[in-house]
């Protein structure tokens, strides 16, 4: 079995709620543990990858912490999709 660690050395986000904010995060730290844990995945990162900077493009978000949820989950998925080896 193979282990990645993930290191996001800076999350900047739009003023908002600090309910919303937690969802946010707890949405995107879940997404980014489902899409980086699939067995999948971890076969095709056996070697050290380095990606500094994903352009996501503009994602809309809704109001509350389930908008906030749903952006967290919607962002790991994105950035899932991105992390190509």
Known sequence: MSRIHVSIDRLVLPPMDIADRNAL??????????VLGAPATRADWVRA??????????MPMGSGP?????????????I???LKP
């Open 25 to 34: 995060v707890q949405g995107l730290q879940a997404e980014l543990r489902r």
């Open 49 to 58: 990858h380095r990606t500094p900077v994903l352009r996501l493009g503009q």
């Open 66 to 78: 389930s908008g906030g949820g749903k952006f967290g989950v919607t962002l790991g998925r994105t």
């Open 80 to 82: 899932g999709k991105g």
